[in-house]
């Protein structure tokens, strides 16, 4: 019953997954409104996070499709088997298919790819949450080929016609703002921007994502993050490096920050060679002498 923002909070917690209040309140809008929302972010900021924890509160289905260049219709909505439609005219010209059907281009022989399965799913009785990941990677035609599902919940097959949702599904899109989403798309969505969390809202993260890091190393990690994230580097650490860097402190049973852990385990928290070389040592000890 996710019928106010302080419910949507609260379900989200109970999930692990802390949310600030802009983000339960485009949720919520979301969930009532029948309408996508578009999540934009630095990568690592737990934008992916919001679907898998929001189908996991409203026990739906998650249908994922993970965005890349080149992405088209036939990989994303639908195909036709070709190999299988191929052997049933073969069998026909043999007669042993006599009396079957001859089309074609019926269910049959469809292969339903993710944003086609997000559309009929709802038919079964559970909507399920879409997930368009990383939405900024694919090419710029792509996102017109989403402007019907975004509009009114249907896709058009040429070969068998309209198929609309009974039950609309719950729309997720996240990007990295590699590239700016065009405005079409933009009109048909709730916008919330993921910014990066403040020190309480992270270490709050780290105590319920690593609860075996001591209390210690939990706060001092975070504030080294927080520190870090304000230095001039090619890619600031998102919540995903710092959860990464915790588990990789606890494994190698530390208890408080050292010069030495800190500058051994640089590779976990960033990841280019640049940003590396930069903070490690002289830097790195002064980050932590503000500690």
């Given at each position: 019953?996710?019928?106010?923002v ?15 209040r802009a983000?339960?309140?485009?949720l919520?809008?979301?969930l009532k ?6 999540l934009e ?7 992916t ?7 996991a509160?409203l026990?739906?289905p998650?249908?994922?499709l ?25 069998l ?7 009396g ?48 019907e ?13 309209t ?5 609309p599904p ?10 700016e ?13 993921v ?9 709050e ?5 690593v ?6 190393l ?14 001039d ?7 995903a490096e710092t ?6 402190l606890?494994?190698l ?5 050292t ?5 051994d385990t640089?590779?976990?928290?960033l990841k ?6 930069q ?8 980050l932590?002498?503000?500690l």
């Open positions: 019953m996710l019928n106010s302080n419910a949507v909070e609260q379900a989200l917690l109970r999930h692990d997954y802390v949310a600030d983000l339960a309140v485009a919520l809008l979301a409104l029948n309408k996508p929302l578009l972010g630095e990568a690592g900021v737990g934008k996070q919001v679907a898998k924890t929001l189908a509160v026990d739906r998650l249908i994922r993970q965005c890349y260049e080149g992405l088209d219709v036939n990989t994303t909505i639908y195909e036709w088997n070709y190999q299988a439609q191929l052997l049933h005219i073969r026909m010209e043999a007669g042993a298919a006599r079957e059907t001859t089309d074609l281009f019926g269910e049959r022989f469809l292969i339903k790819r993710p944003l086609l399965q997000a559309i009929e799913l709802g038919a079964e009785g559970k909507p399920p949450v879409l997930l368009i990941d990383e939405l900024d990677r694919t090419d710029e035609e792509f996102e017109a080929f989403l402007l599902l975004l509009s009114d919940f249907q896709i058009t097959i040429p070969e068998i016609g198929i609309r949702a009974e039950a719950l729309v997720l899109l996240t990007s990295n703002r590699t590239r989403i065009h405005d079409a798309l933009k009109r048909r969505c709730i916008y919330q921007w910014n990066y969390p403040t020190a309480q809202k992270e270490l993260i780290v105590t319920r994502k609860p075996d890091a001591p209390e210690t939990r706060r001092q990690l975070v504030n080294f993050v927080q520190r870090v994230r304000l230095l580097l090619y890619k600031l650490p998102g919540v959860l990464d860097w915790a588990m990789a606890v494994a049973d530390q208890h408080a920050l010069t030495e852990a800190v500058n640089l590779g976990v928290l280019y060679q640049d940003d590396i070389e903070l490690k040592g002289a830097e790195v000890a002064r932590l002498a503000e």
